[in-house]
């Protein structure tokens, strides 16, 4: 079973919006801190946003700061980016992870539960 499941993901233009969501499934949630991260070709897995175990702390990457929002909804079992403004440098595979009590850890090997996941395009 795979533990967190992201989509989303999709084709849009400059300016526009994506909310991406990731579904956490087989692990207590609410004792997960989140991440996002994302990959372009060629290029190192980033630090996107990520959110605290108990919603408290949220930490945003300087080149996203103002257009994306990162939001747990521990009924759903869920976590969500929300992206707006997107630019074609946004584009990349965007990818979620959780940490037991995570506090909004910004490097990929804080993170031990990855998602598969979802390609984002952005067309100019």
């Known amino acids: 079973q795979v533990p967190l499941v992201e989509s989303g993901g999709g084709l849009v233009q400059a300016g526009d919006s994506l909310r991406l969501s990731c579904a956490a499934s087989g692990l207590t949630f609410n004792r997960y801190g989140m991440g996002w991260f994302r990959q372009a070709p060629g290029k190192e897995r980033e630090f996107v946003a990520a959110?605290?175990?108990?919603?408290?702390?949220?930490y945003y990457a300087e080149f996203v700061k103002g257009r994306f929002t990162i939001a747990k909804d521990t009924a759903e079992n869920t976590v969500y980016l929300q992206m707006n403004s997107l630019k074609p440098e946004d584009a990349a595979v965007y990818y979620c992870a959780a940490q037991l009590y995570g506090e909004a850890e910004t490097t990929p090997s804080d993170y031990n539960k990855w998602g598969q996941g979802t390609q984002v395009t952005v067309s100019s």
């Open positions: 959110i605290s175990w108990n919603g408290d702390n949220t």
